[in-house]
């Protein structure tokens, strides 16, 4: 009872903080949340626990919610058009190559004990690879948001800051800031995947292990290619990003 309620309590600090900071794009925000939500209960889950391909209804969850959830919380605009077409189409390169990764790696998606209990209580048993490579896609969505948001709004300002520049000059502008987007937000994923296998790390410095032989854990071998694959998406997503916005903002300058 006392975890529920010091739940509770974050629970409404954590939404009043986002109304009182952000005002109306806080309250955006959060009904984009929920919405996210309501479609990997309600779609995503539900698809997967009926048989069906993990990959295909995590890009269509992807495809679902990206749009409804951008132009919920940034707008209606040239500027949200060039991040939702730039995300949708990093999403795609990166479930290939995340499907190449995992099969090229021999991943089976059974080293947690929670795969081991789905495919015991689940009749007729899961597609844990296609479950593991739904994971990293789903992941992969959130962190998205940020990189492609804030490089097509960068692009968009240095265009109305300097309406002389050419689209490659906006293209190479953006693009310099982009690298160190890349950097930071690489390295936020890295921490992120870290801290959550950070209890089999200890046990694995306790134990007193190679690298060699930490890596043909499963475990590990699973968190290596999520960082990789999630990476390269990410790294992906910011030359595309830039290309569209850079490319709708020169046909807009034309056309005026």
Known sequence: MCGAAHYSCFH??????????????????????????????KFLLPQILSGQNPIIAAIMT???????TYYASHGFNLKTHSAVLGTLIALIITSLLAFFAIDYAHLTGLSSEDAAFLTVMVEGGLNMKGLLLAG????????LDDVTVSQAAIVFKL???AP?????????QAMDIGKDHIGSVVNTLVLVY????????????????????????????????RTLVASIGLMLAVPVT????????????IAT
């Open 12 to 41: 409404c600090f954590f939404v009043l903080g986002t109304i009182v900071i952000a005002r109306w794009k806080g309250v955006a925000a959060l009904l984009s949340m929920c919405f996210t939500f309501f479609v990997i209960f």
């Open 62 to 68: 992807g495809v679902f919610t990206v749009p409804v």
């Open 136 to 143: 990293i896609i789903v992941g992969l969505l959130g962190i």
């Open 159 to 161: 265009k109305e800051n």
């Open 164 to 172: 002389h520049l050419s689209f490659s000059e906006i293209y190479t």
């Open 194 to 225: 870290a801290g959550a296998a950070l209890p089999f790390l200890l046990l694995f410095i306790v134990n007193q292990q190679t690298l060699a032989m930490g890596i043909n854990y499963e475990v590990i071998s699973e968190e290596i290619v």
């Open 242 to 253: 830039t290309f569209i916005a850079a490319l709708q903002k020169k046909i807009t300058y």
